[in-house]
């Protein structure tokens, strides 16, 4: 006698559809995950899926939130493993940032979909501000910067970090180009700006 698969708690049920979800953008891009389609190769019921996520935006809103704590958990991990340098910490952020962007090539295609929704543009900015923020963290003991200034570079990295992976996943550069681009960027304000060291 066969006995029926256990149900699986709401966490994991959403933990599962997220997993189909991120398949579905790697096969056919953001505009082709919807909610009738994630029920569908999830072999769930359409109503299933509307109780996690409520509309389309609410799906790629936690889809996004997902795959920015798996890039910022990397980056974390790579700047625990660096020497404490300058160079060596803006190079293990563009080796971490571009091994996501090429390991998660759908962050790119699930942020541009979110955009022109104003509620989840707001969330969407949130999220890039936690981000700002590691960065600014991170480089703060190499810089005579300001907090403020310091954030803004980092945000200016951030957007040259976002182009320059466009061009990394449209096979127009190579990682290594990549990352000693993205490591110039991050420095040269900093380097130029770098506390002195203490006799």
């Keep these: 006698m066969t006995t ?6 709401k966490q994991a049920r959403r933990e599962q559809l997220l997993d189909v ?3 579905i953008v790697r096969a056919d891009g953001a505009d082709g995950l919807t909610l009738p389609t994630l029920a569908e ?3 769930v019921s359409r109503p299933i899926v509307y109780h996690h996520f409520g509309t389309r935006p609410g799906l790629l809103l936690a889809l996004y ?3 920015d704590e798996r890039h910022r958990a990397a980056i ?3 700047l625990e493993q660096t020497a404490p340098t300058a160079v060596d910490v803006a190079e293990a952020m563009s080796v971490a940032y571009f091994a996501c962007a090429t390991d998660i090539p759908e962050f790119n295609a699930v942020s541009s979909a979110l955009k022109g929704n104003p509620e989840m ?7 890039h501000e936690g981000y700002t923020d590691l960065m600014a963290d991170a480089l703060t003991p190499y810089s005579g910067l300001d907090r403020s200034a310091l954030r803004l ?3 200016g990295a951030l957007g040259a ?5 466009g061009e990394l996943n449209r096979g127009a550069t190579t990682a290594a180009d990549a990352v000693a681009a993205l490591t110039g960027v991050i420095l040269g304000h900093i380097e130029r700006t770098a506390v002195a060291p203490t006799e």
């Excluded at 029926?4 to 708690?9: F, G, I, K, V």
């Excluded at 543009?121 to 999220?127: G, M």
């Excluded at 970090?161 to 992976?165: L, P, Y």
């Design 161 to 165: 970090a976002e182009a320059i992976a």
């Design 21 to 23: 979800a991120l398949e």
């Design 121 to 127: 543009e707001a969330s969407r900015r949130d999220l």
């Design 153 to 155: 570079h980092c945000v």
């Design 4 to 9: 029926a698969p256990a149900r699986l708690s």
């Design 76 to 78: 974390a991990r790579a």
């Design 65 to 67: 939130r997902r795959l």
């Design 41 to 43: 190769a999830a072999e």
